[in-house]
Nanobody
């Protein structure tokens, strides 16, 4: 069955870095657009980064642009999110999500119901 497993979260000081990984299985990973969402308790999920089936097309939320980098290794079925210069506002549970719609910009992308279990990122000030 389709499975997404995130890892790499943790506690880091402001200004630090983390790299999240998402291992995918049960589907043709190289053929789908992927994304990272994050959610703070009590708030709606936020799409922070998306990557088309190739490396050449990526989108970022304004809040993370210039600090986060999304990438994927289609040979190994893994997606990454390199997070640098982390801020306390980045604290959230981060989810690996398959996209159903790749729109003309990040606001037009739409997720499928297929989400991983999430990995917690905590940034101390």
């Amino acid at each position: 069955q389709v499975q997404l497993v995130e890892s790499g979260g943790g506690l880091v000081q402001a200004g630090g870095s983390l790299r999240l990984s998402c291992v995918a299985s049960g589907f043709t990973f190289s053929s789908v657009a992927m994304s990272w969402y994050r959610q703070v308790l009590g708030r709606e999920p936020e799409l922070v980064a998306a990557i088309f089936d190739t490396q050449n097309d990526t989108n970022y939320a304004d809040s993370v642009k210039g600090r986060f980098t999304i990438s994927r290794d289609n040979a190994r079925n893994i997606m990454y999110l390199q997070m640098n210069n982390l801020e306390p506002e980045d604290k959230a549970v981060y989810y690996c999500v398959i996209l159903s719609i790749w729109g003309p910009d990040i606001d037009a992308h739409r997720p499928t119901p297929v989400w991983g279990q999430g990995t917690q990122v905590t940034v101390s000030s």
